[in-house]
Nanobody, 119 residues
């Protein structure tokens, strides 16, 4: 059974840091791409960062230079290191498997972890 479980969210003051984790199980995590998305109340879900199956990373312009996506294939865990947090980073953060192979459980989502940044 495919499972993605996020953790590491919380409340932090502007300028602070948090590190989110997404523990994956039930599929070949190390061979697949992953992504972090976020959704703030009243707003559409937006892409934060992705890491492809070959390790290529991309970040949204709004977080470039502040957020870093990475993964530990020994632990089947995806990370999002967030620094210099801003009020507008407040959102529910979720991880997703992005494929591209048939064994990647593409489109599987975690339940999300809340990040709240106070100004």
């Amino acid at each position: 059974q495919v499972q993605l479980v996020e953790s590491g969210g919380g409340s932090v003051q502007a300028g602070g840091s948090l590190k989110l984790s997404c523990a994956a199980s039930g599929y070949l995590f190390s061979l697949c791409g992953m992504g972090w998305y976020r959704q703030a109340p009243g707003k559409e879900r937006e892409l934060v960062a992705t890491i492809s199956s070959d390790g290529t990373t991309r970040e949204a312009d709004s977080v470039k230079g502040r957020f870093t996506i990475s993964q530990d294939n020994h632990k089947d865990t995806l990370y999002l290191q967030m620094t210099s947090l801003k009020f507008e980073d407040t959102a529910m953060y979720s991880c997703v498997s992005t494929g591209p192979y048939y064994y990647c459980a593409t489109g599987s989502w975690g339940q999300g972890t809340q990040v709240t940044v106070s100004s």
